[in-house]
């Protein structure tokens, strides 16, 4: 009887006043315990107030409904079809509603329909993978921010195809808890490919060059995203597949795997392109100068002539490899982090130059400008180390008992009294010319 009387009185009311009756009945029907006759009554009320003309009404059902799991679903579904900012309510947070519903529901929905949907506090794989696909950027800045969103690797490397030079989608991926090497390496690659294109456009340089700058980030960066995956994993495997697909599993960026020490990334390649088993690959790959491994590298269809290069850069790496970590020296105490190693890319070079092949010209060439880049790097790394130390002394502190033109040399620091413009460093310049000339 008092359901009957709710539609009669909503049939003269405002829509204001609609929409806080509504809301009563819909918590009566939730919380208050009705008879079935009065309940299946109140249902069917609710239902009349789906076509309501006003939208306060419609939005008030909805936020009562939202996160309610004894709503009716037939309601819930209904409004969830309402438009954006009505429906934006139930497919946010109603549990009712499944992933087919959710996937009808972004297939007609607007922007701010879709990016409800991908807020959720979860949302299946397959509802990500439709977003990936058809949302627009703000609803895959949504998803992307979404750390309750079970995002797969191929939604992720899709979203970053549709929208990788948008700054703010590639950050908010970034930002996830976690993120796979693939996707990571796809967001580097779109950054270095943006920054190339603004950099031409700009006349900053040519395009030869930003090409050249282009690739060689693109490489960088997927020397220390494997770096930081283990030596031979599902996620390096994963690397190495989308490094082939998208065009970068190039001759050049399997040689850098081992110049940089990223042995596991080097297996997960020659895997990828053979089709061959990861432990066969791996027992091979320990006998460089065998008929197996020159066999295995010819079926990944690697430059026969740069053959010579990967023998010398694997022979190399494994005598580094079998040093114990104190007789390494510090310029290799962060080898691991990507970076290319000097001692290998001089190995590599030198076997290349003492081959004497018109076909390695190319090679050549390319591994001079990999021993300047890892050269520039060993530098950096040896200043910064000495910076951290803060420079304790250029020259020995002199032992009681030593020669006397060593000892000779506590006078003249001591007549050295002025520092340096800029610093508080006090170098005997005296002492440092006899340690350069005895060595």
Known sequence: MIVRKFILWSENASASARADG????????????????????????????????????????????????????????????DQSDIASVVLTRSPLLTDAQLLDCAAIGDANAQAAIALRPELSPSVCAALAEIAPREALIALAVNEGANLPEFAMRRMVERFGEDAELREALLGRAWIPA????????????????????????????????????????????AAGCAAFSEETAALAAYLRVSGQ?????????????????????????????PRRVDGIIREPASN?????????????????????????????????????????????????????????????????????????????????????VSSSRSLARMRAEGFNSFAPPVAVGEPADRQEIAPQVERMTEPLAETDIVVDLAALEKELMAA
């Not at 249902?43 to 939208?55: G, I």
């Not at 599993?249 to 061959?276: D, H, I, K, V, Y």
């Open 22 to 81: 509504v809301s009563a009945l819909a918590r009566a029907y939730l919380y208050s315990d009705m008879e079935a006759e009065e309940r299946a009554e109140a249902e069917q009320a609710l239902h009349a107030m789906l076509d309501d003309p006003s939208p306060l009404v419609r939005r008030a059902l909805a936020e009562s409904f939202a996160g309610a799991t004894d709503a009716p679903p037939a309601i819930v579904v209904g409004l969830a079809l």
């Open 182 to 225: 693939s996707a990571r390496a796809a967001i580097a690659a779109a950054a270095a490919g943006q920054l190339a294109r603004h950099a031409v456009a700009r006349n900053w340089i040519s395009l030869a060059r930003s090409e050249r700058v282009a690739k060689d980030s693109r490489e960088r960066a997927a020397m220390i995203i």
């Open 249 to 277: 599993l190039t001759a050049s960026l399997t040689l850098r795997a081992l110049l940089c020490g990223q042995s596991g990334l080097f297996a997960a390649t020659l895997a990828e392109l053979t089709g061959m088993g």
């Open 292 to 376: 197996a491994f020159a066999a295995l590298y010819a079926r990944a269809g690697l430059p026969a002539p740069m053959l010579v290069a990967f023998r010398a850069a694997l022979t190399a790496l494994a005598v580094l490899t079998a040093l114990a970590p104190g007789a390494r020296g510090a310029r290799e105490d962060a080898a691991e982090d990507g970076a290319l190693r000097l001692p290998l890319v001089q190995a590599v070079l030198a076997e290349c130059e003492a081959a004497r092949d018109e076909k390695l010209g190319v090679l050549i060439a390319l591994l001079r400008r990999l021993e300047t880049d890892a050269a520039r």
